[in-house]
């Protein structure tokens, strides 16, 4: 029960954030006429007729900023979880070296050690 309300929860807080726009929308739709009286720049000049259309703006423009920042911190914060990982992943590497011993002595016929790797197609 507790995972599940947890759950509810987090999914509820998801969906928020992705719908910012929607409630400045909603907020202002439901007190416009609060907003035309009392918030409204132009409430002194009503040959306008903005009923409050420059607060809507003002909000959604500081929601659109508030989403931007809130992105390039997320970008910030996963580069710089990344960016550990990396290097640790590099330091870890070690090389390793092999030696391989050839023959000293010099053959008639051509070496075969590409033939002990590659082997043709034999054909029926």
Not at 23 to 37: L, T
Not at 39 to 57: I, S, T, V, W
Request: aromatic residues 10%; proline residues 5%; contains cysteine.
């Amino acid at each position: 029960m507790l995972k599940r309300s947890i759950s509810v929860i987090l999914l509820l807080a998801m969906i928020c954030a992705n719908f910012s726009r929607f409630f400045v929308y909603v907020g202002f739709e439901m007190n416009r006429s609060y907003i035309a009286k009392e918030l409204c720049e132009n409430r002194n000049r009503p040959e306008l007729h903005c009923n409050g259309k420059c607060f809507l703006k003002k909000k959604l423009q500081a929601a659109e900023e508030k989403e931007k920042k809130q992105e390039r911190e997320n970008q910030r914060n996963r580069y710089q979880e990344v960016l550990p990982t990396a290097f640790s992943f590099v330091a870890d590497i070690k090389k390793t070296k092999i030696k391989i011993d050839y023959p000293l002595g010099s053959t008639a016929k051509p070496i075969g050690r590409s033939f002990s790797i590659f082997q043709p197609p034999k054909t029926v």
